[in-house]
Nanobody, 126 residues
């Protein structure tokens, strides 16, 4: 099991920005595809963005395209999610996930991912 740690959440107003980070406790992330998911209040967990092992391929949920950017830094063993133009509907607990399979598999069967973080709260007020 891969243990991940998120940081960077917080409270912002509509239109604000935040950058989330995710690192692995005690290891690197080089061999893993990585993704962000979120769980809004009283709703199911949903996919946000994913990035391939090389960083050359990314996928986004339609609701965040053009506003969120996923990236990874292999030297720092860190995954990022840059979020701009935040909206109240972006309010959620954000989780990072890692898996050795391609990002399409991570999105299709998230419960089988190799590791998850504990989550970081993002709150956007109107």
């Amino acid at each position: 099991q891969v243990q991940l740690v998120e940081s960077g959440g917080g409270s912002v107003q509509t239109g604000g920005s935040l950058r989330l980070s995710c690192t692995r406790s005690g290891g690197d992330l080089t061999v893993y595809s990585l993704a962000w998911f979120r769980q809004p209040p009283r709703k199911e967990r949903e996919f946000v963005a994913a990035i391939s092992r090389s960083g050359g391929a990314t996928k986004y949920a339609d609701s965040v395209k053009g506003r969120f950017t996923i990236s990874r830094d292999h030297d720092k063993h860190t995954l990022y999610l840059q979020m701009i133009d935040l909206k109240p509907e972006d309010t959620a607990v954000y989780f990072c996930a890692a898996d050795r399979d391609p990002i399409e598999s991570m999105i299709a069967r998230p419960d089988q991912n190799d590791g998850w973080g504990q989550g970081t709260q993002v709150t956007v007020s109107s």
